[in-house]
């Protein structure tokens, strides 16, 4: 597996002398990045072993174990015991984490956070119309699923997460699913705490009709309203958590 060995020496030289005296590990982090972009490599692609990179980095097994287990933490290296090491796969696990930590913390920071999704949406809805709605029929039958769970009672998480996936899907970007996804997870991490939902399920069933209806009107005004209209029930969750605190 041969590669620019001169480039990652080039790499761990610049670390010492550009950003002082980095730690083996840090230059390591660093040269293992290189061998990625150099050799062109994408996700799931296998990665020289730890023996390798001390052979051709001229570092201990500690330094290399460190880094890797640093690169892991970021994503950047997926280590599969007994099969070796590979480019990882983006995730956003770190960030969940993190995001729902804080926002335990401050309640500034979870109403900031609902303010990024609203304006991430609204966004997302717009350039929708732009691009236009290629699957219409999934997207009515998940309004249709809504609606009959919001009749019998109760709209799951599920259905209403399902809904916000779905209706993106057109855009064909991968980032939208994950950065979406993360902020469902944050906050189901913190659903216990935000307390019972205000609106009734027939309320969240119209309130996803109203964005459903304009996207596919092309409305862009009427877009930003039923955005605007269906954050609503977080922030007065998030009000009232406030006030008791």
């Known amino acids: ?82 099969f070796g090491m590979f480019v990882g796969r983006m995730s956003l696990t770190g960030l969940v984490d993190e995001l729902a930590f804080h926002s335990r913390i401050s309640r500034r920071e979870l109403g900031h956070l609902i303010e990024i999704r609203e304006i991430l949406e609204t966004g997302l809805a717009q350039r929708l119309i732009e691009t236009g709605v290629d699957n219409r029929a999934e997207l009515a039958e ?9 009749a019998a009672g109760e709209v799951t998480p599920e259905v209403d997460r399902h809904f916000h996936d779905v209706l993106y899907r057109p855009l064909g970007n991968p980032l939208v699913r994950q950065l979406l996804g993360a902020f469902w997870d944050v906050y189901h991490q913190l659903r ?36 605007r209209s269906h954050f609503e029930g977080v922030r007065s969750r998030l009000d009232r958590l406030r006030a008791a605190t």
């Open 1 to 82: 597996m041969g590669c620019g060995t001169s480039g990652i020496v080039e790499v761990m030289t610049r670390s010492r002398l550009g950003q002082g005296r980095l730690s083996r590990a840090v230059e390591v982090q660093e040269a293992v990045k290189e061998i990625i972009l150099e050799r062109g490599l994408t996700a799931g692609d296998p990665l020289p072993t730890e023996s390798e990179l001390m052979e051709r980095l001229g570092v201990g097994r500690n330094a290399v174990r460190e880094a890797l287990k640093a690169l892991q933490a970021v994503g950047i290296v997926d280590i599969r015991h007994g």
């Open 142 to 150: 998940v309004m249709a699923r809504m609606e009959a769970e919001a």
């Open 192 to 227: 216990d705490e935000l307390g019972a939902p205000d609106e009734t399920p027939a309320g969240v069933g119209r309130r996803h009709r109203d964005i459903y209806d304009a996207v596919l009107a092309g409305d862009r005004a009427g877009v930003a309203v039923a955005m």
